[in-house]
């Protein structure tokens, strides 16, 4: 009998079970990132967290930024062909994106031609992605829903990146 046929034997079952779990957290990933479940998060209180909380702010415990009385705006942190400290006044619905019809047109070859809409809702300011093909961030959070956006919130699309003021 070979000394190295218990080894080859070990080393191939080593590398299938390193297979199959590889596979399993592929699957897991994906099923996480395509909301393959409902999950309910709770806070340090042990209180249920909203499903439109940011990273930065519980939105339905805190309130929204109420724009009745405010004026608000995005201001331009970095975005290519804008320089820093821009204003955008949100005034109605706002399209952002690459093409011609967008309100705020970014130089940006990561920006879909219509990537993002922001409008106001009622008392809010609310932020969603056109099903853009390289997505929206809010707070380094890819958005998946339409959310509220609150004072001080940062939007990232491509390599322009946005934050939020209630005025």
């Known amino acids: 009998m070979n000394t190295l046929e218990p080894v080859s034997v070990a080393l191939k079952f080593g590398f299938l079970a390193v297979l199959y779990l590889f596979l399993a957290w592929v699957v897991r990933s994906s099923r996480r990132d395509l909301g393959g ?84 809702q009622g008392n809010i300011v609310v932020i969603e992605d056109l099903a853009s093909t390289n997505g929206t961030y809010l707070n380094e959070e890819l958005l998946q829903t339409p959310r509220p956006l609150h004072p001080g919130d940062r939007v990232r699309i491509g390599d322009s990146e946005f934050s939020f003021e209630a005025g």
């Not at 608000?72 to 619905?93: K, S, W």
């Open 37 to 120: 479940g409902v999950r309910v998060e709770r806070g340090q209180e042990g209180r249920a967290i909203a499903p439109d909380a940011t990273g930065l702010h519980s939105a339905s415990s805190l309130g929204s930024a109420p724009i009745a009385h405010s004026s608000p705006r995005l201001v331009v942190e970095r975005a290519p062909g804008h320089d820093p400290g821009m204003i955008y006044d949100l005034d109605g619905e706002l399209v952002l994106g690459r093409g011609d019809r967008a309100e705020i047109r970014l130089e940006d070859p990561f920006a879909s031609s219509r990537h993002a809409l922001i409008y106001e």
